[in-house]
């Protein structure tokens, strides 16, 4: 973060994925700074950024998973499974059951349980709950 008494510019950075924000004469003098010694490309106002869907208007900033939680449906293969209020119903009782009609491998299971853990602690805390009763069965 760079912060003069003129303006201030925050970079944000992971692995290949970069975003300036700030004033604009700060931002541009930020992007030529970083052009002089490296390869860049810019794509412009932020979209989409590690699995977040970010909708930048005048009066808000909103960020979702929806595309995100999506994939990760079809992933389950529940695309066609119906929407319920209230994700989980308390007192339920999950056990791993290896002799299902369907069993699921146990690195499959990690991988979307980590997955759903994703979405949880990034945009929706209100899955707590459920990623605590999955994690269970790991």
């Known amino acids: 973060m760079q912060v003069s008494s003129l303006s201030t510019c925050v970079i944000g950075l992971y692995v290949d994925d970069m975003e300036i924000t700030g004033d604009t004469p700060a931002i541009s003098n930020v992007k030529q700074l970083i052009a002089m010694k490296y390869y860049v490309k810019d794509l412009g106002i932020l979209k989409h950024i590690l ?8 009066e808000c900033v909103r960020i ?14 529940m695309a066609d499974a119906n929407v319920a209020a209230v994700p989980v ?10 002799t299902a009609n369907n069993p699921v491998s146990s690195t499959h299971y ?29």
């Open 51 to 58: 699995g977040l869907q970010v909708d930048i208007s005048p």
């Open 64 to 77: 979702s998973q929806s595309t995100y939680v999506d994939q990760l449906i079809c992933n389950m293969g």
């Open 89 to 98: 119903v308390g007192g339920i009782d999950l056990d791993s059951d290896t």
């Open 110 to 138: 990690h991988y979307l349980t980590g997955k759903f853990m994703y979405v949880m602690v990034s945009t929706s805390p209100r899955y707590c709950f459920c990623c605590r009763i999955v994690s269970k069965i790991c």
